[in-house]
């Protein structure tokens, strides 16, 4: 059962550009939704993440939007630049149940100078 | 800033052989964590570890793998007999608290299963 659905898988855009990646859940009971950010040979490293009583989270470049209704979340990167590419993966907790992180597929994004 | 530190980088073995993944987390957490990435996929939960004990695990850490925190720095994941479908990343984590709070990753160590 997937539980977590990530698109798109791979994304190239200018620097400037907004790139947007989209990840849907199928569980309502989750309450946390992080975003990671992967550079070759690093671990993931926490972005920017939202809980489910807000719909938008803005820090910095990085902005999350959250559809509750709609069971999706979105990270927008604005103004990107080629620092920004990496992998990027949504994830989501559901706290009751425990700590464990169920990641997206992920998407590799590539900024173009 | 504090980081969570993985030894090996790289680990090659024989199958069968077994393993011991070690990484220290940070510090003052308290929640440890290990998730494995195999090449191109996503990042999947292993088991998680609070108070001395597993507080979670997956399908995926069945009896040949095993946890332990030796002392009060190191937490240490085991695999009794590695298979080929063994390799990969495997990344540890700590967390301050659970549930909803930031997990901050180590950079993994790689193992390749010949």
């Known amino acids: 059962q997937q539980q977590v659905k990530q698109s798109p898988q791979s994304l190239i855009v200018q620097k400037g550009g907004i790139p947007i990646i989209n990840c849907a859940y199928e569980?309502?009971?989750?309450?946390?939704f992080p975003w990671y950010q992967q550079f070759p040979g690093k671990g993931p490293a926490l972005l920017i993440a939202?809980?489910?009583?807000?719909s938008e989270k803005k820090e910095g470049r990085f902005t999350i939007s959250f559809n509750k209704s709609a069971k999706q979340f979105s990270l927008h990167i604005m103004d990107s630049q080629p620092g920004d590419s990496a992998t990027y993966f949504c994830?989501?907790?559901?706290?009751?149940?425990?700590?464990?992180?169920?990641f997206g597929e992920g998407t590799q994004l590539t900024v173009n100078p | 800033e504090p980081e969570v530190t993985q030894t090996p980088s790289h680990q090659v073995t024989q199958m069968g052989q077994e393993v011991i993944l070690r990484c220290v987390p940070i510090s003052n957490h308290l929640y440890f964590y290990w998730y494995r990435q195999i090449l191109g996929q996503k990042v999947e939960f292993l088991v998680s570890?609070?108070?001395?004990?597993?507080?979670?695990k997956s399908e995926i850490f069945d009896d040949q793998f095993s946890v332990e925190r030796p002392d009060g720095s190191n937490f240490t994941l085991k695999i009794r007999s590695t298979k080929l479908e063994d390799s990969a990343m495997y990344f540890c984590?700590?967390?301050?608290?659970?549930?909803?709070?930031?997990?901050?990753f180590g950079d993994g160590t790689r193992l390749s299963i010949l």
């Open positions: 984590a700590s967390g301050q608290t659970g549930g909803n709070q930031p997990q901050h």
């Open positions: 939202i809980r489910p009583d807000v």
């Open positions: 570890f609070y108070n001395n004990e597993i507080s979670e």
């Open positions: 569980n309502t009971a989750f309450d946390y």
């Open positions: 994830a989501v907790i559901q706290e009751t149940s425990g700590s464990r992180l169920t």
